[in-house]
Nanobody, 118 residues
Framework: QVQLVESGGGLVQPGGSLSLSCAASGIIFRLHRMGWYRQAPGKQRELVAHATSGGITNYADSVKGRFTISRDNAKNTVYLQMNSLKPEDTAVYYC????????????WGQGTQVTVSS
């Protein structure tokens, strides 16, 4: 059974930082592309960042230079370091895993709320 468990969300003031973690189980972690998506109220879910099994990273333009995705294959965990947070970063953040051999498959976590507000 695949499980992706996010943690680290919360309330932060504009300009602040948060770090999200996603612990994966039930998959061969090193053979999955791992990513973070977010969904704000009334909006579609969008890609924030992903890291391939080979360590190549990709970011949405809106978070480039502020967010950093990283993965620890030994711990089956992917991280998202978020700096210089803005109110428009407020959303539910979801962890995502895609196997390298079947890009049509998506596994999702339950999501963690990030709220940026003064």
């Amino acid at each position: 059974q695949v499980q992706l468990v996010e943690s680290g969300g919360g309330l932060v003031q504009p300009g602040g930082s948060l770090s999200l973690s996603c612990a994966a189980s039930g998959i061969i972690f090193r053979l999955h592309r791992m990513g973070w998506y977010r969904q704000a109220p009334g909006k579609q879910r969008e890609l924030v960042a992903h890291a391939t099994s080979g360590g190549i990273t990709n970011y949405a333009d809106s978070v480039k230079g502020r967010f950093t995705i990283s993965r620890d294959n030994a711990k089956n965990t992917v991280y998202l370091q978020m700096n210089s947070l803005k109110p428009e970063d407020t959303a539910v953040y979801y962890c995502n895993a895609v196997p390298t051999w079947d890009p049509g498959v998506n596994y999702w976590g339950q999501g963690t709320q990030v709220t940026v507000s003064s």
